[in-house]
């Protein structure tokens, strides 16, 4: 019973980083990513963060292998 919980933890934890990581605003992956842009791009991009949570929402409705995660 234990391992099989840990496992299970594992696998959420390795998800949610994975999640995390992705390049939309409001989540880490966008800070790494403003680093990555040019200067001119950077600034448009950064501009998207107050839409960001719109666009987490969005992502888990609207893309069919996102919602079979959640």
């Not at 880490?28 to 991009?45: F, H, N």
């Amino acid at each position: 019973m234990l391992p099989a919980v840990l496992i299970q933890s594992v696998r959420l934890n390795l998800l949610l980083a994975v999640f995390n990581m992705l390049p939309i605003p409001p989540l880490d992956g966008s800070r790494v990513m403003t680093w990555l842009l040019p200067a001119p791009v950077r600034e448009g991009y950064v501009a998207l963060e107050r839409f960001g949570i719109l666009l987490v929402m969005g992502l888990m409705y609207l893309v069919p292998a996102v919602r079979t995660w959640c």
